[in-house]
């Protein structure tokens, strides 16, 4: 698969973070139509599970699984995503539109169902498509290498998936716009003190996922 989720306990509170990883580490989980579906699947299962109340074939009410603190949304090996594969993007009129049957297969649109936080444990490039995916989460953590850039101005594209809105509340509009129109690299150290990042890993040993660990549990 090209999406990987697991179930993990954390071990301080005794609950559970469901982790959602991205899984074309040769390609710096780029995404293309394959990645976007499984990419939906997950977090469409996950809010179902997360969700205030839902009803079960008679109609009755369950809750929520309560014992699900947080989601942790991370890539597998060196990078968080480095955008749309450009051999197979998903059709942007397609992830821009609000009819249902593409919300279905819109993974921003169901991360924003998800009945619990989203944390996302960033490194290496989070380029573009990537950018606007870790927009999509509550709380953003990176490490030393994590490096944001958005290039939709190099190839004449616009943002489908909010990265216009959401940027500039994280780092205001001059800065949203300096980062957009110039397709700049923003470091690690320049996204925390600009609002981007809400924490960085400290030291060597570190992980931006263990300390997503941290912050679920």
């Excluded at 300096?178 to 400290?202: F, H, M, P």
Aim: net charge neutral; charged share 20%; glycine share 8%.
């Amino acid at each position: 698969p090209v999406v990987l989720t697991r179930t993990i306990e954390l071990p301080n509170s005794g609950q559970h973070a469901v982790v959602v990883s991205l899984n074309r580490p040769d390609r710096l989980n780029c995404f293309n139509i394959e990645v976007v579906t499984q990419l939906s699947s997950a977090f469409r299962q996950i809010a179902q599970r997360t969700s205030l109340a839902q009803r079960d074939r008679d109609g009755n009410v369950d809750g929520n699984d309560d014992t699900i603190a947080a989601v942790i949304f991370t890539g597998e090996g060196r990078s968080f995503c480095a955008g749309a594969d450009l051999s197979d993007p998903p059709s942007p009129i397609d992830q821009a539109s609000d009819l249902p049957h593409h919300l279905h297969n819109n993974p921003v649109y169901q991360m924003s169902k998800v009945g619990v936080p989203i944390i996302g444990a960033l490194k290496g490039h989070v380029i573009t498509g990537g950018f606007e995916l870790a927009l999509a989460c509550d709380i953003l953590v990176g490490d030393k290498s994590t490096t944001f850039r958005d290039t939709h101005v190099k190839f004449g594209l616009a943002p489908c998936w909010g990265l216009s809105q959401k940027l500039q509340r994280k780092v205001g509009p001059g800065r949203a716009k300096l980062i957009s129109l110039t397709a700049r690299k923003v470091t690690a150290l320049q996204a925390y003190e600009w609002g981007l990042l809400d924490l960085v890993a400290s030291g060597e040993s570190m992980s931006s996922f263990d300390r997503a660990m941290q912050v679920a549990d």
